[in-house]
């Protein structure tokens, strides 16, 4: 009798969906726990778990954007001294190396153009077998391998369609040494209203030459885009296996020679017409206590997938002999599975949970902790049938205040509180007041989109051209023709009008093509019932939104490799011939300048505390016309990830005050500092939101007086000063866009609004410059509601498409995007 899963542990870090996770062996002085798993969140945030400890360490270093994949290097998954280091893909579409014992970060690799989404390890042929080497996918339609101990791109494999999952191949016996093997999934394309092209492939690589061959390529056996690839090795003489999961909600088992289906995986099919979307598969290899063979292969003992909708499903293989599946409910998305030591597997939820799943029983919770699990998922269930809670109904406007609350198209939903429960209305344009349809009873995943309520709000994010990912949302109504809201979605985003199937099939997918009950209480006391799973997770399809918005990354003054040297120079001695710093003051500095021009080692050199300390010194020894190269390595120092780390939070703190005050009357400077300090305090702001935990908990927490102070130098006639404007701007507005759902940034997003009209007024800012403001505008106005509104109060429309009309076609393109965003 085949043992089921069971919950075998709990690990909660913060808010944050997690997304992905890896195993990295315990360390040396921690004899309570047999492994680490790191986690990697929705907000870019990493931490690690003890397992079986179940104790939390928080890492430092904080990603732009959310981590999409994570991966440990084959040494740091092995219990050896050698901790090895671990990599995360991110939607900033850069790869990052980490220290597996200090979580240091000791390399960036760049290369891809868009989100990386896949990634995993491979080895070349046996006379080469010690040398690992890293693969990676990622939305812009390529794999690319890398030496990361070299830190370089060894070679590209390109001609995918849109995002690229990967995996490495196990070498054969008689493989070259400088041959590697992958194998590799792809997203597909829209061809003739349908998403096609969905492709797996097998590659071999030369890691010596760069050459490249794709051997096989097996195209549309799944009904949908491929999501995962992973490899299931082959183990005790058995034909290698690579597997495959897909929207389609299967699992296809494959050939890793020719990536032939053999076999396919299905659950649920029988109970919907739409099964969940998969979003990842994993294998689960044999306890090594449990394997009495003396082959060096273990067996893979399980398969597990994870849906968007939080299924999890495991079915046992043996010998290539699939079990039926157990299925495992989770509260929403399950993003990842990764297979565990001892035979275990843990699930990356979106509620911010890491659940770690066994069959032995002496690693199994206690029946309490079963029943509460059990529970949170009956909770979840329920809340997704129900209607709106207590809290959600007391925010909704008063019934007897509508006649308040014009409309603005007829029949137009909205809901509205009466006698504290949440009521549906339609606004008659031609009698001017709203009409009660009936209680709402229904899906809780209801809610407002530019100030139109609908039934349904279904997530989705939108892959842009340049990198970036736009989270948009499609509001739906019951009873609603799916292709007229996939057509309203279409034209609100400027999506091309192929993606109309595909949009509709996603929205019918999601709620079902459901129409209203009525009833329950005569007349305009109607009931409106429908059932919905709560969305969470992306489509997957590969759709093309706005270009230019919104801000993909923070934008950064740094210094390049080329002129760092020069430019430091020209500090140094600027200083130096101040004469303000003694002997030891100049030997400090000396080792600053050193670090700061040697841009290569960025990642892995430090900041020490007295040089933090040396450039904080001169802003108070030097007279305030000669404070400017303090200020230079300030700007300089905060982008340096050492320098701007967790612990040094109050340091910058002190620092963005002290240049806040030099800004707040430079009426009295004259020669190089009337345009130096108010340039370069820009500049340090802007830094500031890059460099790293420390510094972006500095600078968000001064917001509005750093406002104040970039509102002061907009009409400024010196042309840098007018960029760096524009460049803080660009950076606050990728700050509001990743937290717009913080009531205070809505603050910021309006003053941002406010401040890039002023620049559109004055005429007199650069392309680049222009661009960026342009850009802000777009970002904060898709960000937030009440950004947008005070655009249109403003009537900034006006002046977009006219204020870019003599910067280029480029201008021109973004200003169109802005205009449409707001209009």
Not at 329 to 350: E, N, R
């Amino acid at each position: 009798m085949e043992i089921d899963w069971e919950l075998s542990g709990q690990f909660v870090s913060d808010s944050q969906g997690i997304r992905v996770a890896c195993v990295l062996p315990p360390l040396d002085d921690s004899a309570d726990d047999d492994y680490r798993i790191v986690a990697g969140n929705q907000g870019g945030g990493l931490c690690e778990f003890g397992v079986p400890s179940g104790s939390l360490k928080p890492i430092e270093y904080q990603h732009n954007h959310a981590i999409s994949a994570l991966l440990s290097s084959p040494s740091s998954s092995s219990s050896s001294s050698d901790a090895g280091c671990y990599v995360t893909g991110c939607k900033d579409n850069l790869v990052r190396v980490f220290d597996s014992t200090s979580h240091e970060l000791m390399a960036t690799l760049q290369g891809h153009e868009k989100p990386v989404t896949s990634m995993s390890f491979v080895r070349a042929g046996a006379a080469d077998s010690t040398n690992e080497y890293l693969v990676t996918g990622s939305w812009d339609g390529t794999a690319k391998i890398w030496d990361v101990h070299r830190q370089a791109m060894l070679a590209t494999l390109p001609g995918h369609e849109n995002s690229t999952c990967v995996t490495g191949l196990v070498p054969t016996k008689d493989q070259p040494a400088n041959i590697i093997k992958i194998a590799t999934g792809s997203a597909g394309i829209a061809q003739n209203n349908q998403i096609q092209g969905y492709t797996v492939r097998i590659w071999t690589v030369d890691i010596q030459t760069g050459q490249v061959q794709c051997q096989h390529t097996v195209a549309n056996d799944h009904e949908g885009p491929i999501r995962d690839i992973s490899t299931l090795g082959g183990g005790q003489g058995n034909t290698p296996i690579i597997a495959t999961c897909s929207n389609d909600g299967s699992v296809r088992l494959r050939s890793s020679y020719t990536g032939e289906s053999l076999s396919t995986l299905t659950f649920l099919q029988q109970q919907s017409s739409h099964p969940p979307m998969l979003l990842s598969v994993a294998p689960v290899l044999e306890d090594a206590a449990d394997n009495d063979s003396d082959d060096n292969n273990t067996a893979v003992t399980s398969i597990i997938s994870s849906a968007e909708d939080g299924h999890v499903v495991a079915w046992g293989y043996r010998d290539v002999c699939v079990t039926e599946p157990q299925i495992i409910l989770h509260p929403s998305c399950v993003w990842k599975v990764i297979g565990l030591p001892k035979g275990d597997f843990a699930t990356c939820c979106q509620d911010g949970t890491l659940r770690i799943f066994t069959k032995a029983s002496d690693r199994m919770v206690p029946q309490a902790e079963k029943e509460a699990f059990d529970h949170a998922v009956q909770e979840a269930t329920t809340k997704k049938q129900s209607g709106p809670s207590a809290e959600e109904v007391a925010k909704l406007p008063l019934w007897e205040n509508n006649l308040q609350k014009r409309g603005t198209s007829e029949g137009q939903v909205q809901l509205f509180n009466k006698n504290n429960n949440a009521i549906a209305a339609q606004w008659s344009a031609s009698s001017q007041t709203w009409i009660e349809v009936g209680q709402v009873m229904g899906s809780a995943d209801g809610g407002t989109i530019d100030g139109a309520q609908y039934d349904h709000v279904l997530p989705i994010e939108v892959d842009q051209a340049d990198g970036g990912v736009a989270k948009l949302q499609i509001g739906y109504n019951n009873g609603e023709n799916q292709f007229v809201a996939a057509q309203r979605f279409i034209d609100a985003h400027m999506l091309p009008q192929n993606h109309l199937n595909d949009i509709a099939n996603y929205i019918e997918q999601r709620v079902g093509n459901q129409t209203p009950t009525l009833g329950m209480g005569g007349a305009g006391g109607a009931t409106a019932a429908s059932a919905s799973p709560t969305p969470v997770a992306t489509t997957g399809m590969p759709m093309i939104g706005y270009k230019h918005i919104p801000v993909p990354a923070y934008k950064c003054f740094e210094l390049s490799g080329k002129v760092a040297a020069t430019t430091l120079e020209k500090m140094k001695k600027k200083i130096e011939e101040y004469g303000h710093l003694s002997d030891s003051q100049l030997a400090t500095l000396l080792n600053l300048v050193n670090t700061l021009g040697a841009t290569n080692r960025y990642h892995s050199s430090k900041i020490e505390q007295d040089e933090l300390k040396m450039i904080s010194d001169m802003l108070e020894i030097f007279p305030r016309n000669e404070g400017f190269p303090a200020l230079d390595l300030a700007r300089l120092t905060v982008a340096h990830p050492d320098g701007a780390r967790s612990s040094n939070v109050a340091y910058w703190n002190t620092m963005i005050c002290k240049a806040l005050s030099m800004c707040a009357d430079t009426t009295d400077l004259d020669g190089p500092a009337a345009v130096a300090i108010p340039m370069l305090s820009l500049r340090l702001f802007t830094n500031a939101f890059r460099g790293g935990p420390g510094s972006l908990q500095a600078i968000t927490s001064q917001l509005e007086p750093i406002l104040r102070c970039n509102e002061k130098f907009i009409t400024s006639k010196n042309k840098n000063i007018r960029l760096s404007v524009a460049t803080l701007l660009y950076n606050l507005s990728f700050y509001v866009h990743s937290k717009k759902d913080d009531a205070s940034a809505a603050i910021i997003a309006s003053q941002v609004v406010l401040q890039v009209d002023k620049i559109l007024k004055s005429k007199i800012y650069e392309t680049e410059a222009l661009i960026r403001s342009m850009i802000a505008l777009g970002t904060v106005v898709i960000a937030s509601p009440e950004a947008k509104e005070t655009a249109k109060s403003a009537y900034i429309v006006s002046r977009v498409e006219m204020s870019a009309s003599s910067h280029g076609d480029i201008a021109k393109s973004i200003a169109k995007e802005v205009y449409n965003a707001i209009a």
